[in-house]
Nanobody, 124 residues
Framework: QVQLVESGGGLVQAGGSLRLSCAAS????????MGWFRQAPGKEREFVAA????????YYADFVKGRFPISRDNAKNTVYLQMNSLKPEDTAVYYC?????????????????WGQGTQVTVSS
């Protein structure tokens, strides 16, 4: 069982930045692809970004391309989401997820473990 713990959320003004972190309990973290998803009130959970096992391949939702780079440090069992140029519409609970595969997916159903989520609120 992989435990994922997100941190780094908070309240920020539009145009500001936050860095989300997701620490994994699993010592074989490097064998998992990782993803970030978000869910705003009244909306379905949506894909944000994903990264493969090595960090050599990434994929982004169109609405975050160029703003939210994803990265990972396998030595620290941690994946990051650097959130830049934040907009009020980025307000949501952000979740990290682990997939038992070296390659990532974009559907939430393809992920096996989830964190508890961290709130990101962007004020206008």
């Amino acid at each position: 069982q992989v435990q994922l713990v997100e941190s780094g959320g908070g309240l920020v003004q539009a145009g500001g930045s936050l860095r989300l972190s997701c620490a994994a309990s699993e010592r074989t973290f490097s064998t998992y692809a990782m993803g970030w998803f978000r869910q705003a009130p009244g909306k379905e959970r949506e894909f944000v970004a994903a990264i493969n096992w090595s960090g050599g391949s990434t994929y982004y939702a169109d609405f975050v391309k160029g703003r939210f780079p994803i990265s990972r440090d396998n030595a620290k069992n941690t994946v990051y989401l650097q959130m830049n140029s934040l907009k009020p519409e980025d307000t949501a609970v952000y979740y990290c997820a682990a997939r038992r595969s070296v390659n990532f997916g974009v559907r939430s159903q393809g992920y096996d473990y989830w964190g508890q989520g961290t709130q990101v609120t962007v004020s206008s």
